[in-house]
């Protein structure tokens, strides 16, 4: 069967209709709002054939056709590449990213907050990943004393990231120790990549040997951090109660299924995570998320960029009948924002 202009064009009008009321389309809907010069009658048969390719489904006899998860990925392959504007949506007056965050703040605040903003303005569920810890340079380490053998390591990265680690170990350690100890692994580390702190720290050190010891704890405690942040790391969630909203969520297993979809953040960070396309946008519709349990939304994700070579990643979770284009066009605006608060030397945009 051709899959000929005309279909694409109903086909495409179909999945814009029902994405802005969430009701079945009918063919004399089509044929009353599309200037195509051709009878409801003939929409009709196209509309069947639509169905009958995959592309369009109808909850029952008498209604109106709506989009499959197939018809959903015909749309976004084919609008949001052509259609793309990140200055597109202005006149919805979103709320000033730059007076909710400033680059003063911690990386965790920024994020936090910009997760805030996000489902804000979608009225989707937002999702941020915070930079891993292994793509980021070593930038500053302090030793805290609490008691006797109690001390606190204080790891800070060029991205911003801040780790803490409380640790025990004997031989009654004063501040200047601590300070020596921490003076060391500074000069070694500073604005090196983390992830070789083996190649950057082996050999002697130029110090008194009593604080070799307490250098290669910290050193082990940082090792930790980064094995850690390898198969965990920080993403900050917030807009639950916006998506409960969305007309699908009437449904009680649509509910029963986002809750399960989310509760599951190990899940939400690897799906993220596992997104590689410095440029572009993941948008996974429907089954093609993760399975039938989440069969009822979509993902749309897009990596902001700290440094250089530190990046995360940001997405909105939403109903599969979501507006694609506008949130592909907010996100696009949301990263860019969000590369320039962590790059001191670049404007944001207006």
Known sequence: ???????????????????????????????????????????????NELEEMGYLTHPHTSAGRMPTDMGYRFYVDNITGRELNPLAGREENFPDIKAVITKS??????????????????????????????????KHLELLKFEKDSYLMILITDAGRV???????????NDLDLQGAAGIINSKLRDKNIVDID????GEYNSDSR???????????IKDCIGENITYNRIFVHGASMMMKQPEFIDLKNIQQFLSFIENEYLLMNI???????????????????NEDA???????????????????????GPKRMDYLR???????????????????TALKD
Request: glycine content about 4%; some cysteine.
């Open 105 to 138: 703040m911690e990386i965790e605040s920024i994020l936090k907050k910009s997760a805030e903003l996000l489902a804000k303005i979608t009225n989707y569920l937002s999702m941020i990943v915070a930079p891993n810890i292994n793509q980021s340079r070593f």
């Open 1 to 47: 069967m051709e899959f000929s202009v005309r279909k694409k064009q109903i086909l495409q009008e179909v999945v814009a209709k029902f994405i802005k009321k969430a009701e079945p389309v009918s063919s004399a809907r089509i044929a009353c709002e599309m200037d195509l010069d051709i009878s409801p009658a003939t929409i009709r048969k196209e509309m």
């Open 163 to 173: 780790y803490k680690r409380n640790f025990r170990l004997e031989g009654n350690f």
């Open 327 to 345: 949130v592909i066009n907010i996100l696009d605006l949301f990263r860019e924002n969000l590369s320039k608060i962590f790059d001191p030397g």
């Open 199 to 202: 190649a950057i720290c082996t």
């Open 295 to 317: 069969d009822n939304l979509s993902l749309i994700a897009s990596r902001y960029r700290i440094k250089e070579n530190t990046s995360g990643t940001i997405g909105i979770l």
């Open 211 to 221: 604080l070799v010891l307490l250098v290669k704890r910290v050193v082990d405690l």
């Open 272 to 290: 993220l995570m596992d997104f590689t396309d410095e440029r572009g946008f993941m948008v996974k519709i429907g089954s093609e998320l993760f």
